[in-house]
């Protein structure tokens, strides 16, 4: 019999249907999850037929997140559990450069992706080309990408990080001796990530004369002009509007949302450290300022805490990775992640360091 949190991979049916209904409950209208059970159900039945594992980042909408996947979490904790997984199939439920990291840390292995169209804006927004010409105008600088990057821009880089590492990240390199961190592409967790740690930040396309007047031995964090078209979109009038309807709220945000946002709220973090401080801090309720499927997946997995759930940002690229799709995938074993052999040797050392330091 399915327990409360997992799915039996030889559930039939009913017993499918049954633990949607109970899992969901409050969230899914039972009428949708009865026409969803069926698609579960092949899921999970041709995952064991085909030895494979479904990692589910937590941006997934919940019928998915809560039914098929065998690991859900942040982008550094679906790294690690990519780098150990013994399944011959990983299917990655998440965006395109999520299946890349895990195809280059498992390079023999098939990763699939279930939708061709699961892109990000920040990856988007950045070239191994652009990184060559940042290094040639900064040729002293130490290169940290985030890990929402292409394999391309990877290769082009000493360090990958996530948000759930970044202050880890540029700690180690501070202790190292480097001064100069050009932290790559997005411009927000990177002033987030420096604020928080009281090092100067500048965007890289700032005067000469702003770069000179920070003394060499001075650590310095630079960034690029990427953004997340989603987390850039929230603003302080917004956080202003919650807690003037909302007093109690405990506000938590992803590093990727503008400074002027992350001043007005409680508690900065990955999706990972949100998911940790409700399961830990008791508060009256908590408003999460991230995609918005996150707090429909910690209305099910915490149904004791009060999530105001807010509506109006969703990733699209995070949207197109569904049920159906990933059904799909399994079946025609599509849409494979294939990256040149050189281009996995050189992008591997970045993402091995930043999952070295966590
Ligand atoms: P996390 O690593 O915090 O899960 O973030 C990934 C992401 O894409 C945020 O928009
Ligand atoms: Fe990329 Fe933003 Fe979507 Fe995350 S939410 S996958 S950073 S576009």
Redesign the pocket.
Known sequence: MPDEKTLSPIATLDETRQFMRRRLHGIVPESDIDAKAQTVQAINQLKREKNAVILGHNYMEPALYSTVTDHVGDSLQLSVIAARTDADIIVFCG?WFMGETAKILNPQKTVLVPSKEAG???AEGITADDIRTLKKRFPEAVVVSYV?TYADAKTESDYCCTSGNADKVLSTLIAAGHRRILFLPDRYLAANTAAKMGIPFLPSEAEASAFEAVPGDQPLVIGWHGT????ELFTPEQVDAIRSEHPETVILAHP?CPPEVMAKVDISGSTKAMVDYIRDVEAPSYTLLT?TAMSDNLAVEFPHRNILRLTNLR?K??NYITLEDTLEGLQKLQYKVELAPEVIEKALLPIQRMIAIR
């Open positions: 965006v990000c804006s920040l929402n997340c078209e989603v987390h990727e995609e990733c690229h995070m």
